[in-house]
């Protein structure tokens, strides 16, 4: 029945139909709570009346630069019909206008005077901190800026004075990979956000090319005189979030959910961030629908849900409204930058896992989907699948709307699939082109089956699923062995001294992570009571041996190496070292959360203050990992773990994480009133 479910859904699903329906929505200019937006959400409705989901329908949730659902403040409404920026001085020139590129203006820029505002431009080089505005008189000027626009503008028309911004660089540069001048002729996707209390000081931006950035940029250098005048006419209002969702009903368990998500906003035409996952959803939907009503496949017995959301504001707004549903929602995948043509956009289709404080059998799962996934759609060869379609798993990123049902106040398994990196993303060169049919047809059919499989899904899925998971975990635990022996192999020849410290780290950081890993893969083993309540204990219990018994066999045959190293080097080991303070403080107390949801970046910016942001930068930059590791930090949090289980859980999960930032970060959470901390029994 499985086999026939792929071969039907691969046969009735189009990868030329889904681009077209991308096609259409790159169309909108979809800024969240914007008029623009809501025109595309009409039109997913719309579209989604004529293939039959009858109950299609827009919800709509209050958007106003104020009104907050738990730590998220809503974006305000915007509505855009005109902008240009031209050269004045030294000689009269069009540099850029909104209807030829709409990237080309700041999301929620402020509409100036009819005639426009004409000013002197002042390099301010990042543009983002005090000390890039030292010595330079930029009131009632336009800057030029490399940062990011919100922060330029903060920094630059809220406390200095400028009249309006212009940026001219690609947000999140990969080096060697995705740099701006990769692309010099794109227009970056930029944002100001303001809430409502900025209103009155907001003021306009531009997003310049790379190129047109240096052109002026060597005006300045060479003692020109530069003038602009921007013309804008938009305005910021009250609005709406815009939800579209429809169902097709399960026959069975109509109350519990399998849902699949896709955020529809971005600029035009944001063809694969994110249209392409907005454009499949809508495809996916028509394929399941055609399937039930030409009696190919039977009603599921879940509710299959579909969702089209503003990116994250949606996802908040609507959990916050829905709280009876959460605990109804079963599994989920959101579908985030989706139709890449991987050789154009350098991407990889990457399966973001579940975070390991919700440890899921879904991550299993759909990876063995994506794997069966070439064996359907790539010629075989005399030496395997002639494939050259990349993919892979990666550890929980978050960033998109799959981290709301994560967070631990919800725990719904939910992961995403998404292309990256992506030369073009967030920028005016994110179109049509760049979006291939067989990687939509691909990621369609994974989707699909895996929507289809669960919301029908009995004990004896179940069984098969903590099977493959229990599978998974086997090659886990292997894979962090070989990690450390890698680890063993860089210092073999150390001094004694040296050797016998790194021995002591390697077999610690091991335990750890060995330790982690069991809870986590027994954890997801047993995560397949969400769709099979009756699956047999028993299984399930060996199953969760199988792991245990592995973990405890390769932590004593990895001891046994290290044993054998320190005999032949004559060394101690293991050595007994001073616990550092941090630590034993990280043991005497435990956190727990005062609040709702994943928090707010914004909000915690706003109650921590400008030197302590300066200090989340900092680290951020030292530890790559740290901000997904922040988000992890408070998941854990559940009011019985310490400081330093948490530290501990973060680095397994992860890297090595200096136990001084999470106890920092932690006290700052707690000066915020975020969480409340106690001493430890």
């Known amino acids: 029945m499985r086999l026939e479910l792929g071969r039907r859904v691969k046969e009735e699903l189009s990868g030329g139909v889904a681009k077209s329906f991308v096609a259409e929505i790159t169309r909108f200019h979809r800024v969240q709570a914007s008029t623009m937006f809501h025109e595309a959400a009409n039109y997913v409705k719309a579209t989604l009346h004529n293939i039959g989901l009858k109950d299609a329908r827009i919800e709509q949730f209050t958007s106003d630069g104020e009104t907050k659902y738990w730590t998220w403040t809503t974006p305000i409404g915007w509505e855009v019909k005109h902008a240009e920026l031209n050269l004045i001085k030294p000689k009269e020139k069009l540099i850029v206008r909104y209807k030829d590129t709409p990237t080309s203006l700041h999301t929620h820029s402020k509409g100036t005077p009819v005639e426009g505002v004409t000013a002197e431009l002042i390099d301010v080089g990042e543009g983002t901190k005090p000390k890039h ?3 330079k008189d930029i009131n009632g000027k336009l800057v030029l800026a490399s940062g990011r626009a919100k922060r330029v503008h903060e920094e630059a028309v ?15 540069e990969i080096e060697d990979i995705r740099e701006s001048l990769d692309i010099p002729d794109a227009h970056a996707y930029q944002s100001i956000w303001p809430t409502k209390e900025e209103l009155d000081k907001v003021s306009f931006g531009f997003s310049l090319s790379k190129r047109q950035g240096s052109h002026l940029r060597a005006m300045l250098r060479e003692g020109e005189r530069v003038v602009l005048n921007a013309k804008v006419d938009a305005r910021l209002f009250p609005s709406k979030l815009d939800v579209v969702t429809a169902t097709i ?6 109350d519990e ?28 939907a028509r394929t399941i629908k055609t399937l039930i009503d030409s009696g190919k496949i039977k009603q599921p017995a879940r509710t299959i849900r579909f969702l089209w959301v503003p990116e994250t504001f949606g996802t908040i707004a609507y959990l916050y409204h829905h709280k009876d549903k959460v605990s109804k929602l079963i599994a989920g995948i959101n579908l985030d930058m989706v139709g890449q043509n991987q050789e154009i956009c350098k991407s990889t289709l990457n399966l973001d896992k579940t975070p390991d404080s919700n440890p899921s059998f879904l991550n299993d799962y759909i990876f063995n989907l994506l794997e069966r996934s070439v064996g359907e759609f790539d010629h075989k060869t005399a030496f395997g699948p002639g494939s050259t379609f990349r993919y892979t798993i990666t550890p929980f990123s978050g960033g998109s709307d799959h981290a709301e049902f994560n967070d631990s106040t919800f725990n719904v398994p939910c992961v995403m699939l998404l292309q990256w ?49 229990r599978i998974g975990g ?34 610690f950081n091991l335990k750890n992570k060995i330790e982690h890993i069991m809870w986590r893969e027994k954890q997801a083993i047993k995560s397949v009571k969400r769709i099979g309540s009756t699956v047999e204990l028993n299984i399930i219990t060996q199953y969760t041996k199988d792991i245990e018994q592995k973990c405890q066999l390769e932590l004593k045959r990895f001891n046994e190496i290290l044993t054998t190293m320190a005999k032949t080097a004559g060394i101690t080991f293991p050595i007994q070292s001073q616990e550092l303070e941090v630590v034993k403080q990280a043991r005497k107390y435990v956190p727990s959360r005062l609040f709702k949801g994943p928090l707010s970046t914004d909000a ?10 300066e200090w989340l930068e900092e680290t951020s930059k030292k530890d790559k990992e740290f901000r997904k590791k922040t988000y992890e930090i408070i998941n854990f949090m559940n009011g019985k773990r310490s400081i330093y289980d948490i530290a501990k ?21 707690e000066k915020a009133n975020f969480i409340s901390i106690q001493r430890s029994n």
């Not at 915690?604 to 942001?613: C, F, N, P, S, V």
Request: include cysteine; aromatic fraction near 6%.
């Open 257 to 284: 959910e399998i849902f699949l998500i896709a955020h529809l906003c971005h600029p035009r035409p944001s063809a694969n961030d994110n249209a392409s996952g907005s454009g499949l959803l809508i495809e996916i």
């Open 249 to 254: 009903q399960g026959n069975l368990k109509p």
């Open 133 to 135: 505005y030292e010595g």
């Open 474 to 507: 086997l090659t886990r635990i292997q894979e962090a062995v070989k990690k450390a022996i890698a680890d063993l192999h860089k210092i073999i020849n150390g001094a004694p001294e040296e050797l016998a410290k790194k021995l002591s780290e390697i077999a």
């Open 604 to 613: 915690l910016k706003k109650a921590i203050g400008e030197e302590q942001i």
């Open 421 to 469: 990196p992506d030369l073009y993303y967030h920028s005016s060169m994110d179109s049509i082109d760049k979006v291939s049919e067989d990687s939509l047809k691909r990621v369609g059919w994974i989707a699909t089956v895996a929507v289809l499989t669960l919301a029908s899904a009995t004990s004896e899925d179940a069984i098969i699923m903590a099977n493959l998971t």
């Open 649 to 669: 859980a973060v680095s397994a999960e992860y890297s090595e994480t200096n136990p001084d930032y999470v106890m920092k970060f932690i006290q700052l959470l």
């Open 158 to 172: 809220y406390k200095h004075g400028a009249i309006g911004v212009i940026t001219d660089t690609l947000t999140h």
